[in-house]
Every structure is written in structure tokens, then in C-alpha cells.
């Protein structure tokens, strides 16, 4: 990933004085801002979905299969 420098160059910006101040009533430039900077994220990692979780959700699954199975069944006979 190429880092592109979000500043804006002060020969080209309009709006700007000399020395790099914005006379009074104009609207300064965007604030830059660092693309890559900030914390490392440890509190929250990604581990995948919790045993328990995905275990109460599988069962629902085939309690729900078996009950359209028997119902199939049923109707069949």
C-alpha cells in the first residue's frame, strides 16, 4: 500500500498566505490525518464463534431437520 500525503502543498492551495496562515474568513485547509497510525486492537481479537454458542445453534438445526423429516413421514403414510 503506497502512502499518499494527504497535506496539501502550500504553492498550489488557494487561500493561503505566504507562510502558510489562511487569512481571516477563509476556511483553513482539511485537517491531515495518518492513515496507519493508531492503537493496536488487542482487546477484542478474532478467534472465531464460541463453542457453546455454535453448538446450541447446530442443535437447533437438526431438531428442526428431524421435525420436517417426521412430518414428511407422516404425511407420506
Request: overall charge negative.
Amino acid at each position: 500500500m503506497t502512502h499518499i500525503n494527504p497535506d496539501p502543498d502550500p504553492d498550489r492551495t488557494t487561500g493561503l498566505e505566504p507562510g502558510g496562515g489562511v487569512p481571516p474568513g477563509e476556511t483553513p485547509p482539511a485537517e491531515s490525518s495518518m492513515p496507519e497510525a493508531g492503537p493496536q486492537e488487542t482487546h477484542n481479537p478474532t478467534k472465531g464463534w464460541g463453542k457453546g454458542p455454535l453448538t446450541v445453534i447446530l442443535a437447533l438445526c437438526v431438531l428442526i431437520a428431524a421435525f420436517f423429516l417426521a412430518y414428511a413421514l407422516i404425511l407420506m403414510f
